[in-house]
Each structure stands twice: as C-alpha cells, then as structure tokens.
C-alpha cells in the first residue's frame, strides 16, 4: 500500500526566495512519484515526475525534486520564487504494478511581493 | 493538439435534477478518471476506467454514474441521490499504471 503525506497546507514565501515544498511517501515497492501544479479554477498540470531513473528531477518553471530513498521523501524546490508560481502544488505516488493513484492533500503556496 | 476537453465549465442546477458531466480526450489513452475537489480536502477519486465498457469505483461513487462506450468519453452523471453536489469535478486519462495523469480544466457545479 502507498500513503503520501505533504507536511505544510499553506507555505509562504518571498519573492526571490528559495521554494521548498515537503512530500514524504510510503510504498512497499518501488515508488513513481509526481508533483502537479494547480492555478485557481484550472485543472492540475504536471510539474514533473520520478520513475527510477535520475534521483534528481528537474522540471517546468525551475523546479526540481530529489528522490531520497533513506528518507522517504520527495521535496520539491525552486532557488527562486516568482509571483507566477502562486498556486496549490499536490505531490501524488502511485507504482507501475496497480491501478493505485494517492494524492497528498495539497500545499498552497503563497509568494510575498 | 491531443488534450482533455471537459464542458461545460460552470454548471448550474437545481436540487432533485440529475446532471452530466461531459470529459473527452484525443489522448488515446486506455485510463480515465473522476476526481471531486473541496476546498481543503484535496482530491476525492468518484470513479475510473481502465478499458472500454469497464469502470470501478473509487472512494466516493455514491450518488454517481459512468460509462464508456468509447475510448474517448468517459462522462459522469450526479444524480438527486447525491446529497452534497456542490464541487469541482476533474476529470482525467492516462496511459495506464504509473504513467502520469493528464486533467480537464474542471466543470464547477452548483446545485442549489
């Protein structure tokens, strides 16, 4: 079973500042993991995804995300925030192996002019 | 440019109607989805398909209605048994096990 925790419902940030955004997940096999950007009244968009490959994963938009296997986690990272990037961000783990998709609850971030 | 077209986006109704949500996609893609946003609660999944003409339930089906006659559509209707309609509904495809979703921009329904 897969379970995926984003610690955090509301993060703020200023502009110019680093984004970091916390996903943790849990699988009993290997895990693909996505984060999603969704704008008001939009529908979600991939941000970027990790599938075994590269731990490291770069993105749309300047983010990134580092696959830590002794950690569980998943964060997602921009060195440098942009009023633009305001929006709800939602981290989601499924597997190649069942139908199984579970979404974190979703961080919204808020960008500080 | 393949996509997902989800329409109307705004939708309004009064309490007892049933409604269908429409969702297509050029995406040819096997999966299909439903998925209700609340505020604060993240996504819900109502139903999906992974194949034509076969459906399973999600967390939330009751009160809901698919199917998929085509690879293309996979409409959703809310019926009167629905006790709180009021939502944003997402809908969504895929290519399967662990390939990424692609989403609609989302019908929001009022039902008042």
């Known amino acids: 079973a897969q379970s995926v925790t984003q610690l955090g419902s509301h993060v703020s940030v200023s502009e110019g500042a680093l984004v970091l955004l916390r996903c943790n997940y849990s699988?009993?096999?290997?895990?693909?993991l996505f984060w999603y950007v969704q704008y008001p009244n939009q529908g979600l968009q991939l941000l970027l995804k990790?599938?075994?490959?590269?731990?490291l994963v770069k993105g749309i938009n300047g983010f990134e995300a580092e696959f830590k296997k002794s950690e569980t986690s998943f964060h997602l990272t921009k060195p440098s925030a942009h009023m633009s990037d305001a929006a709800e961000y939602f981290c989601?783990?499924?597997?190649?192996?069942?139908?199984?998709?579970?979404f974190g609850k979703g961080t919204r971030l808020h960008i500080l002019p | 440019d393949g996509g997902i077209t989800q329409s109307p986006k705004y939708l309004f109704r009064k309490e007892g109607q049933n409604v269908t949500l429409s969702c297509e996609q050029n995406?040819?893609?096997?999966?299909m989805y439903w998925y209700r946003q609340d505020p604060g609660q993240g996504l819900r999944l109502i139903y999906y398909?992974?194949?034509?003409?076969?459906?399973q339930k999600g967390d939330i089906a009751e009160g809901y209605s698919v199917s998929r006659e085509k690879k293309e559509s996979f409409p959703l209707t809310v019926t009167s048994a629905q006790k709180n309609p009021t939502a944003f509904y997402l809908c969504?495809?895929?290519?399967?096990?662990?390939?990424?979703?692609?989403f609609g921009n989302g019908t929001r329904l009022t039902v008042t």
């Open positions: 969504a495809s895929s290519l399967g096990f662990g390939s990424p979703l692609h």
């Open positions: 699988s009993s096999v290997p895990p693909y």
């Open positions: 990790y599938t075994s490959a590269a731990t």
């Open positions: 989601v783990v499924t597997t190649n192996r069942d139908d199984k998709i579970i």
């Open positions: 995406l040819n893609h096997d999966a």
């Open positions: 398909s992974q194949i034509v003409n076969d459906f």
